[in-house]
């Protein structure tokens, strides 16, 4: 799904409205408070496997439709140049999970550097496990 499209089923799931311009006011035109702003960054994080840094998160700079669809591209981009997974692959974060992974037959990769050397093999070109 578009980047664009997604983040305004994000908007549209938060406040309900159906006309959603890029230059329409979060608060003033689409009526989302303080608490619907939260738990749309918490979707577009989600939605995105994202996390925006706490500074990005200013409700003064983020007004408009255009500055949500601005601060998920910036992102989005960042994430960009990191080698994408396949469907299925599991981004390992510790040993244990490596080794579930492998158990279930997946590509794995490792983001734990205590994880065994070659997490981001094909699982038949894992050294054996015994």
């Known amino acids: ?3 664009r499209q997604t983040v305004i089923d994000a908007i549209r799931q938060i406040c309900g409205a159906e006309d959603i311009r890029d230059k329409s006011l979060l608060k003033e035109d689409l009526g989302i408070d303080s608490l619907g702003m939260v738990t749309l960054l918490v979707l577009l994080e989600d939605a995105f496997s994202i996390e925006f840094d706490e500074s990005d998160m200013d ?4 007004q408009t439709v255009e500055d949500v669809f601005e601060l998920v591209q910036k992102y989005a981009a960042d994430g960009a140049d990191d080698e994408e997974l396949e469907p299925g692959d599991i981004a390992c974060e510790s040993s244990s999970d ?7 037959g997946r590509s794995v990769e490792s983001l734990d ?3 065994p ?12 496990q015994e």
Do not use: K, V
């Open 113 to 115: 550097p205590e994880a």
């Open 117 to 128: 050397q070659a997490c981001s093999a094909e699982p038949d070109g894992l050294p054996s």
């Open 1 to 3: 799904m578009e980047l």
């Open 98 to 104: 490596y080794d579930s992974a492998f158990r279930a």
């Open 59 to 62: 409700p003064f700079d983020i």
